[in-house]
């Protein structure tokens, strides 16, 4: 499947962006996750979502982030608020669980700025 990220931008510290994250095809029998990789270090997890819609969250970003989704639409959403400095990075949505073969696409930039 195909995932094509988009919604980041420049916003400034406290503020909030809504990301989106549409597939290819169907993403109904897929749970989803939200990656995301700051200037310099590695990528690290976000948030997730399954199937029947249950989520979890990295301890960094809970209670300020909400993932989501619309079947319907085959979009994933990751409501950002509150946003930190350290929130800056590139973000990144994906399939779960993670493969060798996982396709990670361009992702969408989001900078915080203070």
């Known amino acids: 499947v195909q995932l094509q990220a988009s919604g980041g931008g420049l916003v400034q510290a406290g503020g909030s962006l809504r990301l989106s994250c549409t597939a290819s095809?169907?993403?109904?029998?897929?749970?989803m996750g939200w990656y995301r990789q700051a200037p310099g270090k590695q990528r690290e997890w976000v948030a997730a979502?399954?199937?029947?819609?249950?989520?979890a969250y990295s301890g960094s970003v809970k209670g300020r982030f909400t993932i989501s989704r619309d079947n319907a639409k085959n979009t994933v959403y990751l409501e950002m608020n509150s946003l930190k400095l350290e929130d800056t990075g590139v973000y990144y949505c994906?399939?779960?669980?993670?493969?060798?073969?996982?396709?990670w696409g361009q992702g969408t930039q989001v900078t915080v700025s203070s």
């Open positions: 994906v399939v779960l669980p993670l493969t060798q073969r996982s396709s």
């Open positions: 095809r169907s993403i109904f029998s897929i749970n």
């Open positions: 979502i399954t199937t029947g819609g249950d989520t």
